[in-house]
């Protein structure tokens, strides 16, 4: 079953199911996220959860123990285990594939 990620500033909804990360799901719908490493230790993609819970692709992401108990998460490696409302000023849409067959 999928949980609806809702990005607060901009108001644009995904579908986010494991085992997709929330940011796979995001690329999925065409929404780019800030992202580098992909395995959670350079913080790019570091966006705060105002709302829902995720758990994690590993077992220590790099946040601290404050920045989760604030609601912090790394969307690169974390899955929705409820409807989410993230904050993540830098998101932008993706453009749309480019058609070859014309």
């Not at 986010?16 to 395995?39: D, H, K, M, Q, Y």
């Not at 995720?54 to 899955?79: F, N, Q, T």
């Not at 993230?86 to 067959?101: F, H, N, W, Y």
Request: proline share 7%; charged share 20%; net charge negative.
């Amino acid at each position: 079953m999928g949980h609806t990620v809702t990005l607060a500033g901009q108001g644009w909804c995904f579908e986010a199911e494991a085992p997709a990360t929330v940011l796979e799901a995001a690329e999925r719908a065409g929404i780019r996220l800030p992202s580098s490493c992909r395995n959670g230790t350079c913080r790019t993609c570091i966006c705060l959860a105002s709302s829902g819970t995720v758990h994690y692709k590993i077992e220590w992401p790099g946040l601290s123990a404050d920045e989760k108990r604030e609601g912090y998460i790394l969307p690169c490696v974390a899955m929705a285990d409820t409807d989410l409302t993230i904050e993540s000023p830098a998101a932008g849409k993706l453009p749309a594939p480019r058609r070859t067959d014309v």
